[in-house]
């Protein structure tokens, strides 16, 4: 009974290059939220998606960031052109409806040199 | 604007000592008040989810409580293996069912 799962844990990028995160929310679950967390930060909402549509892009740069959530597949957060300002641990999370508990993953923790 | 206030920023017990982890908040229609456990490196893991005043929920040595202001996270005789940052996250009202969240309490639980 897997949780939700993020890929890749770590990753490494130099300034200027895309990043792309993976999450695959728990089985069942439709509605997926990415959340940032930076160092003696709280965690900060980023995007709220259902399949196929964005419901809630608020707490997203409006540059250079996207997320998506197929109908097949994980949903992607996709970075472009990183800065070192964007190092930071990102979070996926899935609920069953909306308004349930979110159940996160293990986060990915990009670093940008 | 909601907002979600937590404190003490950091607890050091010994162990067996309990106490009282505090999250006030100001949302504008309170949809559920939710507390996480972050160890270092990991993921928040969900605990407890409380929905109006007056509610309790309790697990092992954990217990949640609300008012109409504020919630506690109340551990009793607490262990070395409760060390953890814990968080208070406020889902409130509108069409968005995005979480804001405290910035935690770090529990450092001494044998």
């Known amino acids: 009974n897997a949780g939700v799962m993020q890929n890749p844990r770590h990753l490494v990028r130099r300034r200027g290059q895309e990043a792309r995160l993976r999450c695959s929310p728990v089985?069942?679950?439709?509605?997926v939220y990415w959340y940032r967390q930076l160092p003696e930060e709280g965690l900060k909402f980023m995007v709220y998606?259902?399949?196929?549509?964005?419901?809630?892009e608020s707490g997203m740069p409006k540059e250079r960031f996207s997320a998506e959530f197929p109908k097949e597949g994980p949903s992607i957060l996709r970075i472009q052109q990183v800065v070192r300002g964007d190092s930071a641990a990102y979070f996926c999370?899935?609920?069953?409806?909306?308004?349930?508990?979110?159940?996160f993953g293990p986060g990915t923790r990009l670093t940008v040199t | 604007e909601d907002q979600v206030t937590q404190s003490p920023e950091a607890l050091r017990l010994q162990e067996g000592e309990s106490s009282s982890l505090n999250c006030s908040y100001t949302?504008?229609?309170?949809?559920?008040l939710f507390w996480y456990r972050q160890d270092p490196g990991k993921g928040p893991e969900f605990l407890f989810t409380?929905?109006?005043a007056g509610e309790e929920k309790e697990k092992e040595r954990l217990k949640a409580t609300l008012t109409k202001k504020e919630s506690f996270l109340h551990i009793t005789a607490p262990k070395p293996e409760d060390s953890a940052t814990y968080l208070c996250?406020?889902?409130?009202?509108?069409?968005?069912?995005?979480?804001?969240f405290g910035t935690g309490t770090l529990l450092a639980v001494q044998p």
């Open positions: 999370a899935s609920s069953p409806t909306g308004w349930d508990e979110q159940y």
């Open positions: 089985k069942g679950h439709s509605h």
């Open positions: 998606l259902q399949k196929e549509n964005i419901i809630d």
């Open positions: 949302v504008s229609g309170l949809r559920g």
């Open positions: 409380l929905y109006s």
């Open positions: 996250a406020v889902l409130g009202g509108g069409a968005t069912n995005k979480l804001i």
